[in-house]
């Protein structure tokens, strides 16, 4: 059996008045991610993730964010291309562990809905996909409000 491990970061900074989206849903906030695409740092940090248990670079180099092509684009599109990747390759995935960094608002209504959405992306059982949020006791960036930062990591296996 081959067995691959890869892990994910990206980080988002917050502003007034944008669209919030973490891991394929729509958060109820005064503030989302400035970003080229719609933003979902969860997506992102898990597409990094995905890439590089195939060692296939990262989320920019695939989907540059100097490409009108991916201007304003759903996350969710991008993780299912990842997917198609890794899929075309002969592996499947196995699970992702998500931990997202967030002083507000509160996820925790909001992360089985995450998971959810995530498992059916990933062609996975929900079971599969683990997403934790935390705040940084109001410290650096995260805890000021200026942003957030999301870790993940995956495994993908060929029988």
């Avoid at 970003?35 to 670079?57: E, F, P």
């Avoid at 499947?92 to 498992?119: C, E, F, W």
Wanted: proline share 4%; with cysteine.
């Amino acid at each position: 059996m081959d067995i691959r491990i890869g892990n994910g970061y990206d980080v988002h900074a917050l502003s007034p008045g944008l669209p919030m989206w973490l891991g394929g849903v729509r958060i109820p906030s005064d503030t989302g991610f400035v970003a080229h695409s719609d933003g979902d740092v969860a997506i992102h940090a898990l597409c990094d993730a995905l890439l590089g248990c195939l060692a296939l670079g990262d989320i920019g180099h695939l989907f540059p964010d100097t490409s009108d092509e991916w201007k304003g684009v759903d996350s969710k599109l991008l993780l299912t291309k990842v997917v198609s990747l890794v899929q075309g390759r002969g592996y499947v995935i196995g699970n992702v562990d998500i931990t997202i960094a967030l002083q507000k608002p509160k996820l925790a209504p909001h992360i089985a809905a995450m998971r959810r959405v995530l498992a059916g992306i990933l062609g996975v059982a929900e079971d599969c996909v683990s997403v934790k949020a935390t705040t940084t006791e109001r410290l650096g960036f995260v805890g000021r409000c200026e942003g957030c930062e999301v870790w993940a990591s995956a495994l993908i296996r060929r029988d």
